[in-house]
């Protein structure tokens, strides 16, 4: 079954310590994957997809096709990136990208 | 507008009623999306189209929900007798201008919320 999982609907931390957001997957085939993010009240955004392997906003998420995961990491939180977080996935081949997601996790970052 | 635009934002509906959410999607773009996203859940797949041409609809729950794009701009998504579970946000997303590459990048826009009473 195509499925992706996000365990932890809520994630708080503080100022400046490191977060990771959990992300596995599970796929028949080679799948790409995004993580989406929305800030309050704003509409959803994409924030990262694999293939491209940048950071954006100093957050990264490695493939890592063994473990079937594509965590997000940041060394530094701040508080502006206190948002909901998706990871989601769409299958390479032809051009309906529709992607399967998670059920996302909040990320609270305190003062 | 720059962003994909969705109206109305807020609807509220009698079971029963029928309601019709639209979506005006990025200038140019090919692909237009519906997705269905209920509280505390993540985003589910209802129809894709190409253009004007609606190339899957396996996320569709139930006859009652019926979506167009006759020309390929803007796209309706139209929900008869509606009922309680159909309560949710509506999102439709656009991507992929003609002539370059298909990225997977989604544009969502604000989504149209309904309850239904």
């Known amino acids: ?111 | 507008g720059a962003g994909v635009s969705q109206s109305p934002r807020y609807k509220v509906a009698k079971r029963g009623q029928d309601v019709a959410l639209r979506c005006d999607p990025i200038s140019g773009h090919v692909s237009l999306f519906w997705y269905q996203q209920a509280l505390g859940q993540g985003p589910e797949f209802l129809t894709y189209f190409q253009n004007e041409a609606q190339l899957d609809k396996s996320g569709l729950p139930s006859d009652r929900f019926f979506a167009e794009r006759p020309e390929g701009s803007v796209s309706t998504l139209k929900i008869q007798r509606t009922q309680q579970e159909d309560s949710a946000v509506y999102l439709c997303a656009s991507s992929w201008k003609q002539g370059q590459p298909n990225t997977g990048e989604l544009f969502f826009g604000e989504g149209s919320r309904l309850t239904v009473l």
Not at chain 1, 57 to 80: C, I, R, V
Request: some cysteine; glycine content about 8%; aromatic content about 12%.
């Open chain 1, 1 to 111: 079954a195509q499925r992706v999982t996000q365990p932890e609907k809520l994630l708080s931390v503080f100022k400046g310590a490191p977060v990771e957001l959990k992300c596995n997957y599970s796929y028949s085939g080679s799948p790409e994957l995004f993580w989406y993010v929305q800030y309050s009240r704003q509409r959803l955004q994409l924030l990262l997809r694999h293939i491209s392997r940048e950071s954006i906003k100093g957050f990264t998420a490695d493939l890592n096709k063994g473990e079937t995961s594509f965590h997000l990491k940041k060394p530094f939180a701040q508080e502006e990136d206190s948002a909901m977080y998706y990871c989601a996935l769409s299958g390479r081949a032809g051009n309906n990208r529709k992607l399967i997601w998670g059920l996302g996790t909040s990320l609270a970052v305190n003062p």
